[in-house]
């Protein structure tokens, strides 16, 4: 079920028999909760150990008992479903962000494709990158559930390490976002799908995305398939985040790869957060051995074809994950307050940026009441838009991405492409040959992603 020192994988593309694992991990931890008359069945697990009541800990969650039942009410319909796209979430479980921001969040540690980039030895450099991409899983450890994007949203990005980062969301049903990051050293694109089956107390997310990392000075082109991720105790008890199987990141241009394993929480919190795996050159021999906590920090030491330490070789760091804020209400890091912050905005920013969006706004300033209010306005005014398109016979049509005509094929199914089109760049160079600079005010600036400004809300 984890990686070996040869280079095999159990299951297959990175998903394999890891779930039946993570249930006997859990088997002793996981308690039904009993006596509730209504949620008979319903697992709760608590990732710290099993001593606790199960009863005590599902008392222990963020819902309010009236809100919890009739979220119950309406979700239990949907036990086993993939839910990503079906039911409409309350702003209580939500953070003042959306998934294209969140796609950002990738960013903060890109100092680590800098080193890549410059690096001369190939191995290390595939240590780098994937090291990189297991920063994010340092923001993914947040239980609160970013907004979705309206279609047509986007979100821009700039002031950090020289990056041009443009995310848009360029299909609704099913979600569906693209993203494109840029400087010197690197160029980054995802198109960014999810699949979930919701277990009652628990949802399981499958990543059917494709990321792929271009290091500009080498050329080398690198592929990633990361692994899915487990929420537990949504409606009970303290929600909290899992993320066990393997990372792939092969090097497409060489044949070489990266195999990590994320470790399943286990009895009192054993391997929870812990990582290990090899760099692999083409012929799948180990080179080097990696090592580390996802939600702290990363080492590594080159290795024998054994998968063994090189005598006289030392542990080295390569990443650690930067201190946070002390009690911040969304466990937000000081760079997820940047995406938020118009400090990172370009100027003459898109209408259609996140950051506008009222009703994530207004949770930011902590006014749920009118986060839900506008959360809802925005949804009805997307399906308004919806009916004037369908009824004038369009298609969306993003501005930023194009689709393509390639099928990814991923361990959780097959994802259309949407391409980088260039657009934006040259959209950016404009304004910024320009001398007039204009600042975006949320509270002066209206939000508009919309398609059609005549579209009919209905009462």
């Known amino acids: 079920m984890a990686s070996n020192k040869d280079g ?24 039904s909760v009993n006596g509730m008359l209504g949620y008979e069945g319903l697992e709760v697990v608590n990732p710290e150990g099993g001593n606790e009541d199960a009863g005590a800990e599902a008392q222990r969650g963020r819902w309010k008992q009236e809100d919890r039942d ?41 100092y680590l494709l800098e080193l890549a980039d410059e690096c001369e030895d190939p191995h290390m450099r595939l240590v780098y990158a994937a090291t ?5 899983y340092h923001a993914l450890q947040r239980t609160w559930k970013p907004f979705n994007p309206i279609l047509g949203e986007t979100y821009e990005f700039v002031n950090h390490a020289g990056i041009t980062f443009i995310a848009e969301q360029v299909c609704h049903h099913p ?12 160029k980054y694109d995802i198109t960014s799908k999810v699949k979930s089956k919701f277990l009652g107390n ?29 929420v537990h105790n949504l409606i009970f008890g303290r929600t909290w985040i899992d993320s066990p199987g393997e990372m792939i990141l092969t090097n497409l241009t060489t044949g ?45 030491q080159p290795c024998d074809l054994e998968g063994e330490p090189l005598p ?33 905005a370009p100027k003459k920013l898109l209408a259609s940026d996140s ?7 207004a949770l930011e300033i902590g006014d749920v009441s009118k986060a839900s209010s506008e959360k809802s306005r925005l949804e009805e005014r997307q399906r308004a838009d919806r009916r004037t398109r369908e009824g004038k016979g369009d298609e969306f049509k993003p501005k930023w991405f194009n689709l393509s005509n390639e099928i990814c094929p991923t361990p959780w199914g097959e994802l259309e492409v949407y391409e980088y089109n260039g657009k934006y760049h040259e959209h950016r160079a404009a304004i910024d040959s320009s001398d007039h600079v204009e600042e975006a005010d949320a509270k002066t600036t209206e939000f508009n992603p919309w398609q059609y400004e005549d579209s009919v809300v209905s009462a």
Not at 132 to 136: D, E, G, P, T, V
Not at 272 to 289: A, H, M, Q, T, W
Request: include cysteine; proline fraction near 6%.
């Open 132 to 136: 990189w991409f297991i920063s994010l």
């Open 312 to 344: 006289g070789s030392t542990t080295k760091e390569v990443w650690k994950a930067a201190e946070a804020p002390k009690n911040d209400k969304f466990q937000y890091t000081y760079f997820a307050h940047k995406i938020n912050s118009f400090d990172t």
């Open 175 to 186: 979600p569906i976002g693209a993203a494109h990051a840029e400087n010197e050293h690197f």
């Open 70 to 110: 009739n979220y119950w009410k309406m979700m239990q319909k949907y036990i086993g479903a993939d839910i990503t796209s079906l039911v409409t979430l309350p702003v209580i479980i939500c953070e003042p962000m959306t998934n294209l921001q969140k796609m950002a969040e990738l960013m903060e540690y890109s």
């Open 256 to 300: 070489d790869k990266v195999l990590l394993y994320f470790q399943p929480c286990g009895w009192f919190g054993a391997g929870r957060y812990e990582v290990d795996g090899y760099v692999y050159n083409s012929e799948e021999e180990p080179k080097i051995l990696m090592t580390g906590k996802w939600n702290e920090s990363i080492s590594y």
């Open 202 to 230: 628990s949802v399981e997310v499958y990543p059917l995305g494709r990321s792929r990392l271009t290091l500009k000075k080498s050329g080398v082109v690198l592929d990633l398939v990361p692994p899915p991720t487990k």
């Open 355 to 361: 950051r506008l969006r009222p009703d994530r706004y």
């Open 8 to 31: 095999n994988q159990s299951g297959s593309g990175g998903g394999g028999g890891f779930f039946s694992f993570l249930g006997s991990s859990l088997t002793n931890i996981a308690k």
